[in-house]
């Protein structure tokens, strides 16, 4: 699919939005209205929609530049707003005990200050407002007047800070008269959000940006954004995936230093140290890649690979067996990590040119060994993961074949909680739970170290399920939910929208 010129659609409606349960949907944004004007005085213009997302296989893999699986969820970050004269922005949010209203002014020297040290919604905010002006290049903004509502959990893995982002750079652009396309608003966001201070990949704003209610996304990222829509194939028997919440909060915010930030640091440096070994360290696109990634390295290696007579998919399936095996040849002594000082001689550097190279000083990380044989080895089977998924969905041909996706799932799972250590015993017990209960396959999505896990089973089975999942989980470990809390923990999803522009009739 191409995605030049891709502009974001203009709703009149929610249906047009939504397939689920229209209703809620349309008081939702009664009530959004109603409430826009209480604040402000005035209707707003119009409202900027963005979904979460859940990654259906692929993980901690986009920020190498390798392709993913994701699809949007119905649950959205919602900004009504209106543009004003004068440079002020005040923010509200409906859920104002939570997140407290604030006001910011333009500034020319730096547009907004932001201190990723502290931690605060409005710093979401104002860096998708700070991003957007960026890429508008513009000096003279219109003031705004706006109000959030998001119901995508937080810190479950289901991607709400993506989420606000897309949906401030699509309200700031459009407050200040301006149209960026699809892929400029996937760069925009992906470039604004690491003014927070966590270095994430583009996964989560592409799938917010770009996402179709029927269809999964094949996203590559390199050497160029590339979004393919994917099918669920058909079979006699439906399919559906649940996720559940583990309620284990993962603040990437927080951790970001022993977990997310320490992940990206560590598969840079893997990319250095394959990079020399195989002796690409002196060619040009590897010297220039800024920073290098573990997609690059492969790229480059195979750049002369006669693939005339092999298929993409058999081309991607070559290269990973061929990279898994040369992860075990370079990295398989070290299975049990290298210090900072023999990566650091490996690559003749010293450790502080070591961590001035893979940004170390932008992102701070916090660990004694670099567990680089795991990461590499589960970046490649990943990857090949990801690639089976998609080939396993357009080549099923009316067989069913969902008992094979479920086990690719099953393999993510062993490798993010073994190789990538991204999992945690809550997020281990909800996917043995769901297989113990019907599932063929469960896994994490999102960062890990807490949120949600994704399952895939037959629709028939899905609200005996999450009855059992409740029974063995939640009452277990979380009694005092409610009945309301339950129904928002875990609840069976299916391909969603992307980003929409409402019009607000006056």
């Known amino acids: 699919m191409s995605i030049q010129a891709k502009v974001v659609p203009v709703a009149n409606t929610v249906s047009e939005i939504y397939s689920g349960d229209i209703s809620s949907q349309e008081e939702r944004y009664l009530n959004l209205i109603n409430k826009f004007q209480e604040i402000y005085g005035t209707k707003p213009q119009f409202i900027a929609r963005s979904p979460g997302r859940v990654n259906v296989i692929g993980e901690h893999i986009?920020?190498?530049?390798?392709?993913?699986?994701?699809?949007?969820?119905?649950?959205?970050?919602?900004?009504?707003?209106?543009?004003?004269?004068?440079?002020?922005?005040?923010?509200?949010?409906?859920?104002?005990?939570?997140?407290?209203?604030?006001?910011?002014?333009y500034s020319k020297e730096n547009i907004v200050t932001i201190d990723p040290k502290i931690h605060a919604w409005s710093n979401y905010y104002k860096c998708g407002y700070k991003g957007a002006l960026e890429k508008m290049k513009i000096d003279n903004p219109k003031g705004m007047d706006c109000l959030v509502d998001g119901d995508v959990p937080t810190g479950a893995g289901?991607?709400?800070?993506?989420?606000?982002?897309?949906?401030?750079?699509?309200?700031?652009?459009?407050?200040?008269?301006?149209?960026?396309?699809?892929?400029?608003?996937?760069?925009?966001?992906?470039?604004?959000?690491?003014?927070?201070?966590?270095?994430?990949?583009?996964?989560?704003?592409?799938?917010?940006?770009?996402?179709?209610?029927?269809?999964?996304?094949?996203?590559?990222?390199?050497?160029?954004?590339?979004?393919?829509?994917?099918?669920?194939?058909?079979?006699?028997?439906?399919?559906?995936?649940?996720?559940a919440n583990s309620l284990v909060v993962s603040d990437k915010h927080i951790t970001a230093p022993v977990c997310y930030n320490l992940r990206v640091v560590e598969t840079r440096i893997a990319s250095l140290m394959l990079a020399q070994t195989l002796k690409l360290d002196q060619n040009s696109t590897v010297k220039e890649a800024n920073p290098l990634t573990m997609k690059v390295v492969m790229d480059v290696l195979f750049a002369n690979q006669d693939t005339s007579s092999m298929s993409e998919v058999d081309i991607w399936i070559n290269r990973l067996n061929a990279m898994l095996a040369h992860t075990e040849t370079i990295f398989g002594d070290h299975v049990d990590g290298y210090s900072w000082k023999e990566c650091a001689d490996y690559l003749h550097m010293s450790i502080e040119e070591?961590?001035?190279?893979?940004?170390?000083?932008?992102?701070?990380?916090?660990?004694?060994?670099?567990?680089?044989?795991?990461?590499?080895?589960?970046?490649?089977?990943?990857?090949?993961?990801?690639?089976?998924?998609?080939?396993?969905?357009?080549?099923?041909?009316?067989?069913?074949?969902?008992?094979?996706?479920?086990?690719?799932?099953?393999?993510?799972?062993?490798?993010?909680?073994?190789?990538?250590?991204?999992?945690?015993?809550?997020?281990?017990?909800?996917?043995?739970?769901?297989?113990?209960?019907?599932?063929?396959?469960?896994?994490?999505?999102?960062?890990?170290?807490g949120g949600c896990t994704i399952s895939l089973l037959p629709e028939s089975k899905v609200e005996s399920f999450i009855q059992s999942v409740k029974d063995s989980y939640y009452k277990k470990h979380f009694p005092s939910l409610s009945e309301e809390q339950l129904k928002n923990s875990i609840f069976a999803t299916k391909p969603g929208s992307g980003m929409y522009i409402v019009n607000v009739k006056q």
């Open 62 to 105: 986009d920020y190498c530049g390798m392709p993913v699986f994701p699809m949007a969820v119905e649950q959205d970050t919602l900004i009504a707003f209106n543009s004003k004269d004068g440079t002020a922005v005040n923010v509200a949010n409906t859920n104002s005990k939570k997140y407290p209203s604030f006001v910011f002014e």
């Open 158 to 243: 289901l991607s709400s800070s993506s989420s606000l982002v897309c949906t401030v750079v699509l309200a700031t652009q459009k407050a200040n008269g301006y149209e960026l396309d699809k892929e400029q608003i996937v760069n925009t966001s992906v470039a604004s959000e690491r003014y927070t201070g966590v270095n994430g990949g583009g996964m989560d704003q592409t799938c917010s940006v770009m996402a179709t209610r029927s269809s999964a996304l094949f996203i590559e990222f390199h050497p160029f954004l590339k979004v393919t829509p994917v099918k669920f194939p058909s079979s006699e028997q439906k399919y559906a995936f649940v996720v």
């Open 354 to 449: 070591l961590k001035l190279k893979v940004r170390a000083d932008l992102y701070p990380v916090r660990a004694e060994f670099l567990q680089i044989y795991k990461r590499t080895k589960h970046v490649f089977s990943e990857t090949l993961r990801v690639v089976l998924f998609r080939q396993t969905c357009e080549e099923a041909k009316g067989s069913d074949v969902y008992p094979e996706l479920g086990n690719l799932m099953n393999q993510s799972q062993d490798s993010c909680d073994k190789l990538f250590d991204c999992s945690c015993k809550e997020l281990n017990e909800l996917c043995q739970t769901a297989r113990d209960n019907g599932s063929l396959g469960s896994r994490l999505t999102g960062a890990g170290w």
